[in-house]
Nanobody, 128 residues
Framework: QVSLVESGGGSSQSGGSLRLSCLASGSSIKDYCMGWFRQVPGKERDRVAVADTSGSPYYSDSVNGRFALSRDNAKNTIYLQMDGLKPEDTAVYFC??????????????????????WGQGTQVTVSS
């Protein structure tokens, strides 16, 4: 069982940067795949960046080269560094974690329904 709490959301102008944090409690994240999804009102949640237990990150095409996912197992925290922000990055960002399904599948194949643990979300707003 793991609980996730995001922080670091806020507002930025286009081209700016923000860093999201996700603090996990209840279990060590070293055994969990972790990642970030985002959602715009009225649309489905989209994968932003995910990483398996080795820490190798995978990014959606829309953020590749601008965002960077990292994890600090000692602090039980993952981060999403977002640079070169665009108005289309505006969304609620969710931290996710999974252990069971991720252990049997490539993390890149995990859809929204596969991630067992979700944070409450943090709003990111980018203005032009």
């Amino acid at each position: 069982q793991v609980s996730l709490v995001e922080s670091g959301g806020g507002s930025s102008q286009s081209g700016g940067s923000l860093r999201l944090s996700c603090l996990a409690s209840g279990s060590s994240i070293k055994d969990y795949c972790m990642g970030w999804f985002r959602q715009v009102p009225g649309k489905e949640r989209d994968r932003v960046a995910v990483a398996d237990t080795s820490g190798s990150p995978y990014y959606s095409d829309s953020v590749n080269g601008r965002f960077a996912l990292s994890r600090d197992n000692a602090k039980n925290t993952i981060y999403l560094q977002m640079d070169g922000l665009k108005p289309e990055d505006t969304a609620v960002y969710f931290c996710v974690a999974d252990k069971k399904i991720c252990a049997m599948n490539d993390v890149r194949d995990l859809g929204v329904e596969s991630w067992h643990y979700w944070g409450q979300g943090t709003q990111v707003t980018v203005s032009s």
